[in-house]
């Protein structure tokens, strides 16, 4: 039988902890709770976990608090962050003390499995992502060329643009999903000891989000597994071209990253790129 994994929900709604139990349960796993910070914090001290679920507005200690404790203490333990307080200060701070993932409630019950399964599966570093930049404003930071960390800090970046309606926050996340994606399989050859650079800045009049990969670059002239590279006649020529050299099915990212934000800037040598959206 394998290990059993524990996981500690602190939380000081009692209703969260019965719903987390019930959707988690699985039989190589311990279930437990605390109900605030300071609770939560004693029993880190005193036992061993693979996993703390924790909110970030509690009595006596909130979850920021109890999150930075954590990883004084236990710097391999994994903190997943739940809140309705998914500001730009509370997010960047989470990321500042190496929160593995940020979960916005009202949350659905398969998104929690989903953060749950890829927290425990073993296969993430501390240095996965590296704080460069900590203002709400100016967010800086360095990922491994891994599509799991892809996905980790799309979920933070995504809380990142509160006020902007949910239908255009969507657009924007999905746009820069889509580039960076491209920049750790194209640029980065999905290389987990190359890095990828973004940056997240929020201007009053935009939001602009830059992506610097570890590749040479490309030549649109050159982008044949590509959507954006079709000519009017073939506009599906690019599937093939991707069959052929064996990439994953796709190939829309760029023309579909154009029609969502409102510009799309590349440098000449096509390493890096500037999304840009403007604010109403």
Known sequence: MPDLKR??????????HGLLKLALNAKDRELHSAFDGVEGL?????????LVLTDVLMPRMDGLQLLEKIHRLRPAVRVVMMTMASTAENIVSGLKENAFAWLAKPFTLEMVRDIVEKALDGEHSQDDITVISASPRWLGLKLRCKMETAARIL??????????PPHERENVATA????????????????????????????????LYYVRDPG?????????????????DAPMEHI??????????GGFGILMTRSLVDDLIYNES??????????K
């Open 240 to 249: 093939e071209t991707r069959m052929e050299l064996g990439l994953r099915p």
């Open 7 to 16: 996981i500690l929900i602190v939380d000081d709604d009692p209703d969260v």
């Open 216 to 232: 040479q670059g490309f030549s649109f002239g050159k982008l044949k597994h590509a959507a954006v590279s079709n000519s009017a």
């Open 176 to 207: 820069f999903r889509e580039i960076l994606l491209n920049a750790i399989e194209h640029g980065g050859g999905n290389d987990p000891n190359k890095s990828v650079i973004i940056t997240y800045v929020r201007a009053e009049r935009a939001l």
């Open 270 to 279: 096509g390493n890096e790129v500037l999304l840009i959206k403007y604010l």
């Open 155 to 164: 979920q933070f970046l995504r809380e990142m643009d509160e006020g902007l």
């Open 42 to 50: 004693r029993r880190v001290e005193q036992e061993t976990w693979d």
